[in-house]
Every structure is written in structure tokens, then in C-alpha cells.
């Protein structure tokens, strides 16, 4: 006998103090079949990220389990008059359909704009946004938060740092601009992940390497003039090369 692949699990909400129920894809089936490189995953049965983000019922509040937990005044005072004054009930504890995943993180954008919340999350958001127009196909959707979000990041860059994860989101400003189609900005990204001795994370690493190799070849087979940088990177390889 199958397991069904979702379960539920009890929250408290961070407002209202209401507690309900979002439902959660099992651990054993969060196996992606296929992964973009902005780590975009695919899945062949439920998606976990239409899950990410839970909505009060009674109040409508929308968070994930990293958002901040507990509300300053300032931000109780906020959310209620934009958002909570207006809710209207309804109830996301079920199976959720692309286009109710997409109203969730929507609500959950909203949210976190309106309390303020760290750059971080909002970034988070905003990406997997992208992705939900990725999946329905609307690219010109899914490039207008892309953008939004290589925003958000580079603000969590400079205010945060990279923090335990630099190489990824060092790796991730780079891999968003480039398909955005900030060539030249994409460069210096990577070129920090693959040049800068103090990162060790291999598969970064990697990931930046085969990047900034496809990044060369659209900007050669767009006619493009290649950045100082790749032009120094290449005299380097000519120079190791035996040949």
C-alpha cells in the first residue's frame, strides 16, 4: 500500500496565536528527477516549494518556517491594515494546484514586504515565484521576479554578507544574472567562487565553472566582447595548456 505524499502538521500562527493545519510532502519523496542550475527542482509527484509557505485561515498571516516568529508591534499594526482587516477565509491546508501555490506565495511576498522582513526571505520568495511561472511556462513572468530577486540577493549580500552559504549565493547572484542576461555582471560572480582560495566548496566550484563556460559561449556565439576577466582566464589555461 502507497503512502499518499502529503501529511499534515500542526502551526501556531504568529499573529492571531490561532493553531491549523498546512500540509507537507514526506521527506521520502522529496526526491527532484531534474534540477535547473538556479536549483529549480522537478518532481514527479507533489512538489514540496507548493508547500513552503503556510497561511493562517482566521487571519490570513503568511509565513515559512524561517520567518521571524514573533511580531513587533510596528509589524502586528501593519499587517492588520493592510492585510488583516481585509482576509477573507479560506483554507490552504489541502493538496495545493500550481495556481493556489502561486496565490500562497504571493500572499507570503505580501506579508513579509509589509512587516519588513529580512532580505533574506523575501529574496526566497520572490525566486520561487520565478519558478511557479517557470513551471506554467509565462517566461516573461518568471524573468521579471527572477530580476526581482537577483535584487532582493545582492541587497542580502551587502547588508548580511554570504554567511555560511557564500559559494551558493555568491554562485546564485551569478547564475541569476546570466540569465537575466547581465553577462558581464554573471562573470564576477562566478569568477568570485572560483577564484577566491577561501572558498572550498567543491560543488560550487564546479557549478560556477560549467557556468561561466556556457556563459563564454553565448557571449561568443552572441558576438559579444568577453570581459576582461574571461580574456585573462583564457591567456591562464593557453599558458597550462601542453599543447
Given at each position: 500500500?502507497?503512502?499518499?505524499?502529503?501529511?499534515?502538521?500542526?502551526?501556531?500562527?504568529?499573529?492571531?496565536?490561532?493553531?491549523?493545519?498546512?500540509?507537507?510532502?514526506?521527506?521520502?519523496?522529496?526526491?527532484?528527477?531534474?534540477?535547473?542550475?538556479?536549483?529549480?527542482?522537478?518532481?514527479?509527484?507533489?512538489?514540496?516549494?507548493?508547500?513552503?509557505?503556510?497561511?493562517?485561515?482566521?487571519?490570513?498571516?503568511?509565513?515559512?518556517?524561517?520567518?521571524?516568529?514573533?511580531?513587533?508591534?510596528?509589524?502586528?499594526?501593519?499587517?492588520?491594515e493592510?492585510i488583516?482587516?481585509?482576509w477573507?477565509?479560506?483554507?490552504?491546508?489541502?493538496?495545493?494546484?500550481?495556481?493556489?501555490?502561486?496565490?500562497?506565495?504571493?500572499?507570503?511576498?505580501?506579508?513579509?514586504?509589509?512587516?519588513?522582513?529580512?532580505?533574506?526571505?523575501?529574496a526566497?520568495?520572490?525566486?520561487?515565484?520565478?519558478?511557479?511561472?517557470?513551471?506554467?511556462?509565462?517566461?516573461?513572468?518568471?524573468?521579471?521576479?527572477?530580476?526581482?530577486?537577483?535584487?532582493?540577493?545582492?541587497?542580502?549580500?551587502?547588508?548580511?554578507?554570504?554567511?555560511?552559504?557564500?559559494?551558493?549565493?555568491?554562485?546564485?547572484?551569478?547564475?541569476?544574472?546570466?540569465?537575466?542576461?547581465?553577462?558581464?555582471?554573471?562573470?564576477?560572480?562566478?569568477?568570485?567562487?572560483?577564484?577566491?582560495?577561501?572558498?572550498?566548496?567543491?560543488?560550487?566550484?564546479?557549478?560556477?565553472?560549467?557556468?561561466?563556460?556556457?556563459?563564454?559561449?553565448?557571449m561568443?556565439?552572441?558576438?559579444?566582447?568577453?570581459?576582461?576577466?574571461?580574456?585573462?582566464?583564457?591567456?591562464?589555461?593557453?599558458?597550462?595548456s601542453?599543447?
Amino acid at each position: 500500500m502507497e503512502l499518499e505524499p502529503l501529511y499534515k502538521v500542526k502551526v501556531t500562527c504568529h499573529y492571531c496565536e490561532t493553531e491549523f493545519e498546512t500540509s507537507r510532502v514526506r521527506p521520502s519523496l522529496k526526491r527532484p528527477y531534474r534540477t535547473d542550475s538556479d536549483f529549480c527542482a522537478y518532481y514527479k509527484l507533489e512538489n514540496p516549494d507548493f508547500y513552503v509557505v503556510r497561511i493562517c485561515p482566521e487571519c490570513g498571516f503568511a509565513s515559512t518556517e524561517n520567518s521571524t516568529d514573533k511580531l513587533t508591534d510596528k509589524q502586528r499594526l501593519a499587517f492588520k491594515e493592510q492585510i488583516g482587516n481585509r482576509w477573507e477565509k479560506r483554507d490552504y491546508s489541502g493538496a495545493r494546484t500550481l495556481d493556489q501555490a502561486l496565490a500562497t506565495y504571493k500572499l507570503g511576498l505580501f506579508c513579509a514586504q509589509v512587516i519588513q522582513e529580512k532580505d533574506r526571505i523575501v529574496a526566497g520568495l520572490l525566486h520561487h515565484i520565478a519558478w511557479l511561472y517557470r513551471y506554467r511556462e509565462d517566461h516573461e513572468q518568471e524573468r521579471r521576479f527572477l530580476e526581482f530577486s537577483l535584487e532582493a540577493y545582492v541587497r542580502v549580500f551587502e547588508r548580511e554578507g554570504a554567511g555560511s552559504n557564500e559559494a551558493r549565493l555568491l554562485y546564485l547572484l551569478g547564475e541569476l544574472n546570466r540569465r537575466a542576461g547581465h553577462f558581464h555582471e554573471a562573470v564576477k560572480w562566478f569568477g568570485r567562487v572560483i577564484h577566491d582560495k577561501r572558498i572550498t566548496d567543491a560543488a560550487m566550484i564546479r557549478a560556477s565553472r560549467e557556468q561561466w563556460a556556457l556563459l563564454r559561449e553565448q557571449m561568443i556565439s552572441g558576438k559579444m566582447e568577453l570581459p576582461e576577466e574571461m580574456i585573462e582566464a583564457d591567456k591562464e589555461a593557453a599558458k597550462r595548456s601542453p599543447l
